[in-house]
Each structure stands twice: as structure tokens, then as C-alpha cells.
């Protein structure tokens, strides 16, 4: 079993949906979370950095952090074209692999007109 | 945010060659890079952390012998891929943290190595 599990999808969505990525995760020692979005064959920028359970919002995006059930999620509103991209999640356990990323696999997005 | 940069973006060589690749973090001082592989349609695998002044720490079946890291200062890492083979090809990606962004890492845009 992979330690971060993430739908490859590939998700294809009407501009303007809500959509919703998500991802598990198995080690307990996870402590960070973080969702990328990767354009094609660019590096990942960093969208959303959440520590504790509970939501954070910034602008369109919304990130979900359950870890009683160790399940993130990352909801855009308004979808727009220029989301289409591969969404990565990530987390860190902190401490001694403290900035060690674990990836999920990446969901592909599409939003079409 | 802050900018990490690559360089190259892209680059083609003959099987057999070193082909070095580097990452620069423009805009802060990077105590700790990371340099990560993808494959076509998969994520990305850290392959090594390397901390400004001391060697890199290779993940598990990273051969450090053929993936050299080079971290000489605090804005500059190097990845040299050491005769390389066919099977080197693939999108290199490098990540910086430190300063005042803690725990975040910041990726560059990636180098494109393809070996003939």
C-alpha cells in the first residue's frame, strides 16, 4: 500500500464546478499537508500548506485536513480553464524527515469552456 | 512565494556521458534542496535531500554514485548524472526550504534530460 493514495483520474469538469480532489494517507506521523498544481512539463507550485484538522481557505481554493480519518481534500470553486493541471498532494512527517515530501500519484483536471 | 530556478530546462546527450544540472534559489537561502524524478504520468520520487556544506542523503535505491549532489552554498545545488543511459531519461525536479518560509518547499521549474 502506497502511504499517500490519490485518484489519477483523469477529472473532467465544466467551467465553473466545484471540484473535489482528494487523498489518504496510512502513517500517522504525517503532520503537514500540502496540494501542488503541476502544469505540464513544469515544476509543482504550491497552492495550499495546512498543519492542523479543519479548513483553510485561500481566494477559490479550500483545503480539508481530517486526521482522525487521515483524508485531505482540496475543493476549487468557480473552475476555470487555466485550473486544467495535475493536482498533487503531499505530506511531511516533520522531525527527523523534517521537509520530506511524500506524493500522491496526482489527479489530471480538465476544465473545459 | 519564493523562485527556485533550473538549469537547464532541457537537454539532450549521448548514452555514456555526465550530463550536471542546477538549481538555484533566487530570493532566499536554501538550508536544505531536494532533487525528485518523474516519470511520464507518474508523481514525483524524491530521489535525494541535500543540506548546504554536508553530502546528500539518498533515498533507498538512488545510486549516489551515478546522481551526484553537489551543495556548495547556500543558492546552489547540482545534480550530475554520471554516464548516462537511456534509461536516465526522465523530468528532474529540484525543491528548496529555508529561511523564512519553515517548512515550505518551493520546486523548480524541472530539466527535461533526454539520453540518446
Known amino acids: 500500500q502506497k502511504e499517500v493514495e490519490q485518484d489519477p483520474g483523469p477529472l473532467s469538469v465544466p467551467e465553473g464546478a466545484i471540484v473535489s480532489l482528494n487523498c489518504t494517507y496510512s502513517?500517522?506521523?504525517?503532520?503537514?499537508f500540502m496540494w501542488y498544481r503541476q502544469y505540464s512539463r513544469k515544476g509543482p507550485e504550491l497552492l495550499m500548506y495546512t498543519y492542523s484538522s479543519g479548513n483553510k481557505e485561500d481566494g477559490r481554493f479550500t483545503a480539508q485536513v481530517d486526521k482522525s480519518s487521515k483524508y485531505i481534500s482540496l475543493f476549487i470553486r468557480d473552475s476555470q480553464p487555466s485550473d486544467s493541471a495535475t493536482y498533487l498532494c503531499?505530506?511531511?512527517?516533520?522531525?527527523?524527515?523534517?521537509?520530506?515530501?511524500?506524493f500522491g500519484q496526482g489527479t489530471i483536471l480538465t476544465v473545459h469552456p | 512565494g519564493a523562485v527556485v530556478s533550473q538549469h537547464p530546462s532541457r537537454v539532450i546527450c549521448k548514452s555514456g556521458t555526465s550530463v550536471k544540472i542546477e538549481c538555484r534559489s533566487l530570493?532566499?537561502?536554501?538550508?536544505?534542496m531536494f532533487w525528485y524524478r518523474q516519470f511520464p504520468k507518474q508523481s514525483l520520487m524524491l530521489m535525494a535531500t541535500s543540506n548546504e556544506g554536508s553530502k546528500a542523503t539518498y533515498e533507498q535505491g538512488v545510486e549516489k554514485d551515478k546522481f551526484l549532489i553537489n551543495h556548495a552554498s547556500l543558492t546552489l545545488s547540482t545534480l550530475t548524472v554520471t554516464s548516462a543511459h537511456p534509461e536516465d531519461s526522465s523530468f528532474y525536479i529540484c525543491?528548496?526550504?529555508?529561511?523564512?518560509?519553515?517548512?515550505?518547499?518551493?520546486f523548480g521549474p524541472g530539466t527535461r534530460l533526454t539520453v540518446l
Open positions: 530570493d532566499f537561502q536554501a538550508t536544505t
Open positions: 525543491s528548496a526550504r529555508g529561511g523564512s518560509h519553515g517548512n515550505e518547499q518551493f
Open positions: 502513517n500517522s506521523a504525517f503532520q503537514y
Open positions: 503531499a505530506t511531511n512527517a516533520g522531525g527527523t524527515s523534517y521537509g520530506k515530501l511524500t
